[in-house]
């Protein structure tokens, strides 16, 4: 079992910047993948960003274009994902998500583990 809580969620302005944190405790929980999703009301859950378990290989949404960094540090069970210029539609609960189990890292049934979620609102 891997217990997943995530911080660093806030409002912020059109073009600022967050970094989410998202600590990673339980059994091996080193040896899974991470990965973030975020969800606004009415939409279905979106893949974000996800970082391997065994190297730093990175996959990102089209959507990101760049703007988003996803890093893990290995030695603390925490993976990062660092969000520069923010847009409003970039609003929504990001939740962390662990133990990329089959499938594509873009399909949320994919993953085992989820944490709550930390809200992000960025106003225009």
């Known amino acids: 079992q891997v217990q997943l809580v995530e911080s660093g969620g806030g409002v912020v302005q059109a073009g600022d910047s967050l970094r989410l944190v998202c600590a990673a405790s339980?059994?091996?929980?080193?040896?899974?993948?991470m990965g973030w999703f975020r969800q606004s009301p009415g939409k279905e859950r979106q893949f974000v960003a996800s970082i391997a378990w065994n190297s730093p290989n990175t996959k990102y949404a089209d959507f990101v274009e760049g703007r988003f960094t996803i890093s893990r540090d290995y030695s603390k069970d925490t993976a990062f994902l660092q969000m520069n210029s923010l847009k409003p539609e970039d609003s929504g609960v990001y939740s962390c998500?662990?133990?990329?189990?089959?499938?594509?890292?873009?399909?949320?049934?994919?993953?085992?583990?989820w944490g709550r979620g930390t809200q992000v609102t960025v106003s225009s």
């Open positions: 998500v662990s133990y990329h189990a089959r499938g594509s890292d873009y399909d949320p049934t994919s993953w085992r583990y």
């Open positions: 339980g059994r091996s929980a080193s040896d899974y993948s």
